[in-house]
């Protein structure tokens, strides 16, 4: 039964643009970047969630420096594939912001309009620098600039699921990325 269940799961898979082997190469190779740049520093690394846990869980494993970690959950897209354009803050930090080095962990940065949001919202914190790294860039949608320090790989314009990525919660546990069939969101729309 679980397995036919898995099966189901991966037939609604276009195509796999990244397995565990790609991930796990450029989140080590990301985690030496940051371990370099935050020597001495004791970051607050901030995961968005829900997207971005597994690569927060994979990336602070590869990071060889003191650091701290809280969450965020912040939506702009309901259950849908299109943003809504409006960030909504579900959950906040519990740390200080003041005088931090906030690193923020992303899974895709996609129009921009959430990390706009969070880079303003930390600034006006008074956090002592704000950086961002996703595993995902998606540049062809961006509506609002944003400056991305690290970045995994940059990707094309289609709506991609897995490692966290979902689709009305479904899919964030496939352990690759890939692009949803098109038939399955609008079967649902
Ligand atoms: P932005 O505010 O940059 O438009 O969107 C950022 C958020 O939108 C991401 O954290 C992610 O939750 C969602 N998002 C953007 N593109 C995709 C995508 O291709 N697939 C999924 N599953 N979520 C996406």
């Known amino acids: ?3 036919e269940l898995r099966a189901m799961m991966h037939q609604d898979i276009e195509s796999i643009l990244y397995d565990q082997a790609a991930i796990q190469q ?3 190779k990301l985690g030496k970047q940051v371990t370099a740049d935050y020597q001495g520093k004791n970051p607050l690394v901030i995961c968005v969630l ?7 869980a994979d990336l602070v494993r590869q990071i060889d420096t003191h650091l701290e970690m809280d969450f965020m959950d912040v939506s702009s897209y309901g ?3 299109v943003s809504s354009g409006e960030v909504k803050i579900v959950k906040d930090v519990n740390t200080q912001i003041a005088g931090r080095d906030v690193l923020i962990v992303e899974d895709i ?3 921009g309009r959430t990390l706009h949001y969070l880079v303003d919202l930390f600034k006006y914190r008074q956090a002592k620098s704000v950086k961002i790294c996703t595993l995902l860039d998606k540049p062809a ?6 400056q991305v320090d690290y970045a995994g790989f940059k990707v094309p314009d289609a709506f991609l699921v897995g490692y966290g990525l979902d689709y009305a919660e479904r899919y964030r546990n496939l352990p690759y990325i890939g692009i949803l069939k098109s038939a399955v969101y609008q079967l649902k729309q």
Do not use: H, I, Q, W
């Open 79 to 81: 259950n849908s594939t």
């Open 141 to 146: 949608t961006r509506v609002v600039p944003v």
């Open 1 to 3: 039964m679980l397995k």
């Open 26 to 28: 450029v989140t080590a």
């Open 50 to 56: 829900k997207g971005a846990v597994l690569f927060m």
């Open 109 to 111: 940065v996609d129009t």
